[in-house]
């Protein structure tokens, strides 16, 4: 395992081991205690603007989101033209309101590749006169000092497009019959003709090593499915201080739960993803209402959320999509703004902290820098706001948002903040306890 070693830091958030070894190499230990995460799912979907990245051509998704057939839905590709293409706005943006790094769909299940692929046949290559849009985007989170992620989806949904079916779940009985590329009932799944495989994996192969060499220091690989067609080995080789998450090789650096929050911190690092819109897609979508990628859910729920993974010593990785042209829709902006005003009084409450004791000590989320404490009341909590087992009463606590003092009492180890009724925002109300050595 080269460099690897079973090298597990003792967390404050858990006691178990991750079922995989992580790197140690010192380049990755960033993603540790990373923070905060900009998901960028991107493609051809936001041509329509009526369905989810890929999913839209998969017919009766048990959660909903616009439906096309794989046949029109392969059709917008010659119409994606991102005319306005301006990752630098994005990540600036992203970067002021507290983002460490940024992962960007390179290639989804729907199998276009924004980048000029040597592999395959379908891709900007083809679309769009080989333009790389990955390229700007990795120089973008460079010049504003984001660590690099990229997303890759082994499973591809073109290159197997005669011999899968896209309604999802099918089992080819009646009423649960395969669907093919304009939704056809199917007898049957045409099988994989000989060799087919075998092209398939050197195929997802080249690509991946495309990705690992063509655009210097890449942080993250997110994949998204099998097959592994390089093994985390080869991959390290290539790109020494990677981090890489397990849901190709079933191992790799962390843990993704995904749109759901783990029960209890999870061991190892770990990264929870969500969608920032209110939409059950992960690409812009606008023409329904209720899954709009035109709103944003707001800055008091996302923090509700990143509050919580983090006082379990999470990474949250937030997903936008961008529009068909490049741009984000101006929700986006605002939000960020909002959140970075926030970020600029009580971001040091949440970035570059450490988990909260676990079992939990108190009745809000906490988080720790050195011997400060910082609690977080979101909107909605009710009863005291108290950590108990103390071993001793704090020397100073305070508003963190304007560094006034509050009020508190501490009984038998047991602490129990007064603040008055002027303090709350509805977002994330911080108070700093102050331990002292
Ligand atoms: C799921 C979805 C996919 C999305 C990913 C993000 O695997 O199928 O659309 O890209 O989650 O984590």
Request: aromatic share 12%.
């Amino acid at each position: 395992m080269g460099k690897r070693t079973r090298a597990v830091a003792p967390m404050a958030g858990s006691a178990a081991e991750p079922p995989f070894e992580r790197t140690t190499h010192p380049d990755a230990q960033w993603f540790g205690n990373a923070g905060l995460g900009l998901f960028v799912h991107w493609g051809i979907s936001s041509v329509d603007r009526g369905i989810d990245l890929s999913w839209g051509m998969m017919a009766d998704k048990p959660w909903g989101g616009g439906t096309i057939t794989p046949e029109q839905y392969f059709a917008l590709a010659p119409r994606f033209s991102p005319r306005h293409y301006e990752p630098d706005r994005w990540l600036a943006a992203a970067r002021e309101a507290g983002f460490a790094y940024a992962v960007m769909t390179a290639k989804h299940h729907d199998g276009f590749a924004l980048w000029p692929s040597a592999h395959g046949h379908f891709g900007v290559r083809q679309h769009l006169q080989g333009r790389d849009l990955v390229r700007p985007f990795v120089e973008a989170c460079r010049r504003q000092g984001l660590r690099v992620g990229l997303y890759y989806s082994p499973p591809d949904w073109f290159w197997h497009r005669h011999h899968m079916s896209f309604r999802y779940g099918s089992t080819g009985a009646p009423g649960r019959e395969h669907l093919g590329l304009r939704h056809e009932p199917l007898s049957c799944v045409a099988p994989e003709p000989a060799g087919f495989d075998d092209d398939f994996r050197a195929y997802v192969r080249g690509q991946a090593l495309e990705l690992l060499t063509a655009y210097g220091n890449i942080d993250v690989l997110f994949f998204d499915g099998g097959p592994a067609a390089l093994s985390v080995n080869e991959i390290r080789q290539l790109q020494p201080g990677i981090v890489i998450n397990p849901r190709a090789h079933g191992e790799g650096d962390y843990l993704t739960p995904e749109c759901e929050m783990p029960a209890r911190p999870l061991p190892g690092w770990w990264e929870l993803c969500e969608i920032w819109p209110p939409s059950c897609g992960w690409g812009y979508s606008d023409r329904y209402p209720g899954s709009s990628h035109r709103e944003y859910r707001t800055v008091g729920w996302l923090l509700s959320r990143f509050v919580r993974v983090r006082s379990w010593g999470g990474n949250y990785l937030i997903n936008c999509g961008p529009m068909a042209d490049g741009r984000m829709p101006r929700t986006y902006y605002q939000r960020l703004r909002e959140l970075g005003a926030w970020m600029g009084h009580s971001g040091e409450s949440l970035l570059g902290t450490q988990a909260g004791p676990y079992p939990e000590v108190g009745t809000v989320p906490i988080t720790v820098r050195g011997t400060t404490w910082y609690l977080h009341v979101g909107l909605g909590h009710q009863g005291p706001i108290r950590v108990r087992g103390a071993a001793r009463a704090p020397r100073a606590v305070r508003l963190q948002r304007t560094g006034e003092p509050v009020r508190w009492r501490f009984l038998r180890g047991v602490l129990t903040l007064e603040p008055s009724i002027y303090v709350w925002t509805g977002l994330d109300d911080v108070f700093a306890i102050e331990w002292g050595g």
